[in-house]
């Protein structure tokens, strides 16, 4: 990769990105609101003895998931866009390498996820009374790393559709499943052994697990950093991935 060349890449993916109202709004307003409806689903509930309560619990897991789900949509869709309208194709024309181009967006939107973090993270710990043993900026890390996870996905997935509806369809093949077995409605270690199996290769499982080791603890465990090494290294792999399968035009 060309430092200079991905530098410029990310600037004109942002400056795109910043151009597009909707998807900023996307981005930044819909997180907040959605964890709002949360604290008032939970708000009346009574806290446990011990223990986080069911809003600590959920929304801290949701601050990572959000920039999953979100950035997963974006990225498949707006790559889909570059290749129809012949955008990649005169990109590569150029002294753009693919490797450029696709760790160029995956840093882009993994910039755009830590500010979604940080404003959704804001409101969680400052307005909806979030409780967690670790820091905030620890919870930032983490959705910040779960967006460029989702990006490459999103990236790798957009490869094989050749509609805008085609990369939607995407979501509940890659992103319901994870949600599901990431731990958040039954622990892990409870699930039949074949599913734990499943989710166990599956990298949102860990990113899950991070964010509940920082809600459990004052001080970055082990567990944490493994777990951060993991969504990491799967981000890498996914953005390889996405750059062997890239095609210039939907076909």
Not at 110 to 128: H, R
Request: glycine share 8%; with cysteine.
């Amino acid at each position: 990769m060309n430092p200079r060349i991905l530098a410029a890449t990310v600037g004109r993916i942002l400056r795109q990105l910043r151009h597009d109202r909707r998807t900023v709004a996307l981005l930044v307003v819909v997180p907040t609101v959605l964890l709002t409806l949360v604290y008032y689903m939970y708000a009346d509930q009574p806290a446990p003895p011990a223990g986080p309560s069911a809003f600590d619990r959920i929304s801290l897991v949701m601050l990572g998931f959000f920039p999953f789900i979100i950035m997963f949509l974006v990225t498949s869709i707006a790559m889909l866009r570059e290749r129809t309208t012949g955008t990649l194709e005169r990109l590569l024309t150029t002294p753009l390498a693919k490797a450029d181009l696709l760790f160029g967006y995956g840093i882009a939107f993994g910039l755009a996820g830590a500010v979604q973090a940080t404003v959704a993270s804001a409101v969680a710990y400052w307005a909806l009374g979030l409780e967690t043993a670790g820091s905030m900026g620890l919870v930032i890390m983490v959705a910040a790393l779960n967006a460029v996870l989702a990006v490459a996905l999103g990236l790798f997935c957009s490869a094989f559709a050749r509609t805008e509806f085609q990369a939607v369809q995407f979501m509940p093949v890659v992103v319901a499943p994870q949600l599901l077995l990431c731990g958040l409605f039954v622990p892990r270690g409870e699930m039949a052994g074949w599913l734990q199996a499943v989710s166990d290769v599956l990298p949102l499982s860990y990113a899950v697990e991070a964010l509940q080791e920082v809600g459990a603890h004052a001080e970055p465990t082990g567990t944490m950093w493994r777990d951060v090494a993991i969504v990491a290294g799967a981000a890498v792999l996914a953005l390889v991935l996405a750059a062997a399968t890239l095609r210039r035009r939907s076909g």
